[in-house]
């Protein structure tokens, strides 16, 4: 176990690496002058001007020998500094990180909580009035683009009802609910509908006809015997989610001004801030490979046939 | 015979599909008395499982549907027994093993655990000691090493160890009633006598009283009292194994048999099967249901359902128009 851990993570090492390497490169093909576009409309640089900011960010130097000094900086823990803030990636990122992953971490638990248990009432009342309105409600979810179901929620629940806030963080916790339902909204139907289709699929398994010839509660078959067995598939397509979720947060931080780091990278692509997007979009494989060796490990705790090697 | 513990009364259990109706159990009655074992053979799809289950009360409602018929056990009819009073009599006072030993066990418990829930779901008794006493119940299936094995997982066992390990869950509370379907069918020839030879040690100690369903007339004959022979969802034949094995009155019975490789006969002919397909439970031929593969059949069998009736004695009973054709080709005297 602890050598499988160690090893996945000289793996995380590669991964980075090479998503570096392609990073790096699509920066750099994008057309364009980030120099000139950082100064904003208007502005004119001069040529010396030009020149020094050039020097000061190595953008004078060719593309290898600036990628090199970027992985060397990288390995120091040192993502660069922004063009347009003039500070250092690493503190912007730190500054915006929280919110993000206070939006993340409230979306995962809707999803867990919400999709879980909307799965596991479809599956138990197959056909029924409740199975059939969350298959409805989750193709919606899935058919509808995410900053839509946001506009729509915003629509509904701040301009017309006024129950929460439109957008920004000034309202407390009551500014979290609509951001993170519209971010988890995709991912709660579709844990639903994979929670459903393992758990029909396990409920029809022997062991559960064991399980009540047994004597136990429905309750207890269900939560206890059905559950553990069906919700291995869902966890792996969490851990897989949450690529998506620090996408689905670029759209959603957008759609209702959230300070974190989706925003800080929205901004930062509009105005070719390359270091900004280099060091989120890092950061970002790195959660995600973290958190999917997380579930991995995971596995073996809940499925004992499941060894790590 | 004793006074029955646990009696089936024409029982009839449906299954409304889209296809149809299907007649999984149709007016079949059956008992069993302490200490005795039942076998219940008949080919796949004769509906010869669904009646334990009913009597389980496992039978998914819907699409199952209980047509008629009662379920009686310490005088109680199960099928009019909330779903509570079932709870506490499943798994403590009658008890059900399954075929396949490699799925009938949940693969994330360890095998001590699962025999202890059971102990757990009856009684009250703290989780220390349902876990002793589940290490004491594998170490009483023969299984070496029980202190170890019972925090192993289900894959970690072979599949006799597993049967054995069902076998512990399913006597933990020294049930009144074991219902065996297809005990040892997944199980190779040698672990397969252990295991019978295991039941019946544990039966003997216990008086459990054992409803045997196999498609296995060998294992009937070696280990049954009485044999109830079923076809498309009916009884055909009902007696001791004497009487069956050697005086058959019903033509399937007889086919079966026939088809037979038998070691405490001298053959001189071939086996021979029995023609045809069992009927599809959708749609079951008019009047008997094994006509169309009876070398018996006349019109009246096209026509009437025969009743289930004794011959020769009290306690033998079968369902056929012509019982008094149906002879034995070679009778244990002649071999």
Redesign the interface.
Known sequence: MGKYVVRRLLQMVLVLFGASIILFLALFVIPGDPIATSQGEGHQLDKASHDAIARRYHLDQPLPQQYVGYVGRLLKGDLGESYSYRRPVTTIIREKIGNTAKLAVAAIVLEIALGIIAGIIAAVFRYSFLDVLVTLSTTVAIGVPTFVIGLALQNVFAVNLHWLPLQGQQAGRESIILPAITLAAVNIALVARLMRGAMSEVLRADYIRTAYAKGLSKRVVIMKHALRNSIIPVLTYLGISFGALLGGALITETVFNWNGIGLALVGAIQQQDNPIVLGVVTYGVAVFVVVNLIVDISYAFLDPRIRLE | MTEPLLSVEDLRVHFHTDAGVVKAVDGVSWSVAPGETLGIVGESGSGKSVSALAV?G?VPVPPARYESGRILFKGRDLIAADEKER??????EI??I?Q?PL???????RVGHQIA??IQ??EKIGRIPARAKAVELLGEVGIPNPRQRARE?P?QFSGGMRQRA?IA?ALALDPLVLLADEPTTALDVTVQAQIMDLLIRLQADRGTAIVLITHDLGLVAGHADRVLVMYAGKVAELGTIDDVYYRPRHPYTLGLLNSLARMDQRRTDRLRPIIGQPPSLIRVPPGCAFHPRCPFATDVCRRDVPALEPKDGPDHLAACHHADQVELQQSPAAS
């Open positions: 389980m496992l709870r506490a009599i499943r798994g403590k008890s059900m399954f396949d799925t009938a066990l949940n693969p994330v418990f829930e059971v779901a009856h997982y894959h069902m869950m």
